[in-house]
Every structure is written in C-alpha cells, then in structure tokens.
C-alpha cells in the first residue's frame, strides 16, 4: 500500500514538472524581451502583445531586417540547401539568443528536409533547454522532433514528444497539430514484424543509403528487413498450406472433418473478400520501390544478407511477391521488371 502511494505521488509531481514547464513558458514574454533587446522594432512588434495568439514565426522578419546575414542565409536555404545548411549553422552558434535560437530552427528545418533526422535533433534541442525565453518556437519544435524520432525508428520517443505537442501546446498550427494526430495514429497502427513494419525500415534503410551511411544502424535495418520478410512469408505460407488429415481418423470423422474444414475455407474466403488486402498485393508496395541502392552491393559482399535474400526468392507466396522481389530487385541494383 505504502510503495503505491509513493509511486503516485512521484508520478504527481514528475506532471507537475512537466506541466510547470509548459506553464511557465509565454509567447507574450518573449516578445516583451524582443522589444527591450531591440527598441527599433517597437513598432512593428506591439501589436503583438494585444492578439491573443501569437504566431510562431513573428520574429522571423524582424530578425532578417536586424540581421542581414540571416536574410541571406534564408535566402541560400531556398536555393541550395547545402549552402544554407552551412551559413545557418554559423548563426546557429550567435551570441544574440534570439537569433542562435531562429537560425537552429531553419537549421533543424533544412536538415529535416534532407533527411537528416539524426542531425536535426540537437538543434531542437537546444531551443527548448537554453532558448525558451528567446524563442516562439517553443512548443513547435516537440512536432519536429516527433517527426525525426519517427523516422529513425524511435516510436516511444516520437509518440512522446507529438503528444507533448498537440497536449500542451493546441494553439500551435493547426496544419501541424493535424499532421501530429496522424503520424501518432500511424505509430499506434504499427505492429512489430507486420507489412507496415517492414516498409518503415525499408525506408530507414533507402535514406541511410541516399546518405551513404552504411554504418551499423543500416545494418542492423537491414537484417530486421530480411528476418521480418522471412516470418511473414513463413506465416503466409502456413495459412495456405494446412496440414495434411489425420490418416488414423476413421471415414467418417474425416467426412465430417472435410465438412467443417470446407465450412471453414469458405469462411476464410469470406475473410479475404471482406479484406482487399489479404487477396492483393500489399498496398506498401508502392512506398518501397527502390528501397536500396546498388551501394548495398558492398555492403551484401561483408554480411549474410545475400543469402538470405536469395532464400527469400524462392519461397514467397503470390500475396507478397511484388514486396519481395521489388525490394530483392532494389538492394541487388538490376533493372529487371
């Protein structure tokens, strides 16, 4: 009894934190701190502090006019993102919070839309632990993370931080809030080892190759490919394939056994009728066309993968024939249709 009534109150007070931090972060002071830093924009940024909500990007332009170094950097990133990523990260480390925290943000932004989510985290994280009271960008930043953490394959730690963001902070983008909800509905539909499973790591696998990052992590995505590949066609072709009948039953139980099993065949035709998918071709397939490139040739040459993709040619059943071999087709490089 004693040991529950701790661990409530434990899980009270780690809320109440949580809550706190939330609570005590205001878009209508960091404003105030603007204004105080920069008197010049007095006037531009007043009417502000009237709205009742005040939106993210409100100190973007005000910062391009007080800095041109950021409007040219902002400018680079819409051009060449390789060019921008460089002039952003140099503002990212000012020592003007207000700028540093701005410049991370379009910095964590373009790295995202390359892909690199991995690079992209630090950035955030830097604006929620040293720049809340020199940021709007506050509770925006949870949604940026959520997505990262969610395309590295960390799904607790995403689910974490997109519910922290549509939780606390509803008065956030609307477009964002939407887009939070169906990423975290999508993690909720996940199943580990299902089709969707294998199609988030196809996709971890194809950005890390886009990367050249042949590394340990596109490794191991690799290998969980192959095994969970490998159980569901094994899983398939159990359903497909029932067991042989008992030859010690007599005639008519096996009369009455035939019966109920075309009872049952029937029904599973039902099933599949009911379920387009368990008759067609998974609908991920589409999502995992090219899911490697011929760079995982080396790769292959080094591990078992190989062998085990070959394996997997020739024992698919049709329902997951065009995942397989799309995805056998991708990593081997060739061009077979």
């Not at 709205?51 to 993210?56: D, F, V, Y």
């Not at 730690?157 to 909800?181: Q, T």
């Not at 990052?213 to 029932?242: H, S, W």
Request: glycine share 6%; charged share 30%; aromatic share 8%.
């Amino acid at each position: 009894m004693k040991k529950s009534v701790i661990f409530l109150i434990i899980q009270f007070l780690i809320i109440g934190c949580l809550n706190a931090d939330n609570d005590n972060y205001s878009k209508i002071k960091v404003i105030e701190k603007f204004i105080e830093k920069f008197a010049a924009e007095n006037e531009n940024l007043s009417d502000l502090l009237l709205k009742s909500e005040i939106e993210s990007n409100s100190l973007t332009a005000p910062l391009r006019r007080v800095y041109p170094d950021f409007a040219e950097a902002l400018k680079a990133a819409s051009d060449e993102p390789s060019d921008g990523i460089d002039k952003l990260l140099k503002l990212s480390n000012s020592d003007n919070d207000f700028l540093a925290s701005e410049a991370s943000y379009y910095l964590a932004r373009l790295l995202i839309g390359e892909g690199r989510y991995e690079e992209s985290l630090p950035h955030l994280k830097k604006i929620r632990d040293q720049w809340r009271n020199e940021t709007l960008r506050f509770g925006e930043v949870l949604y940026y993370q959520g997505l990262s953490y969610s395309n590295m394959l960390q799904r607790t730690a995403a689910s974490d931080s997109l519910h922290d963001f549509v939780e606390n902070h509803p008065n956030e983008s609307p477009r964002l809030l939407g887009a939070a909800l169906d990423i975290i509905a999508s993690l909720e539909r996940v199943n580990r080892g299902s089709i969707d499973d294998v199609a988030s790591h196809m996709e971890f696998s194809r950005r890390k190759l886009d990367l050249k990052d042949v590394g340990e992590n596109t490794q191991v995505a690799q290998f969980k490919i192959v095994e969970m590949l490998d159980e569901l066609i094994k899983r398939a072709e159990e359903q497909e394939n029932p067991p042989p009948p008992n030859p010690n039953s007599s005639p008519n139980q096996g009369n009455s056994q035939g019966q109920a099993g075309n009872g049952q065949g029937n029904g599973q035709n039902n099933s599949q009728q009911g379920n387009p998918s368990a008759q067609n071709p998974p609908r991920v397939v589409r999502r995992v066309r090219g899911a490697a490139e011929s760079a995982w040739d080396d790769l292959r040459k080094r591990d078992r993968g190989a062998d085990a993709l070959g394996a997997l040619k020739s024992k698919y059943p049709a329902r997951y024939k065009m995942l397989v071999e799309q995805y056998y087709r991708s990593v081997q490089g060739g061009n077979k249709k």
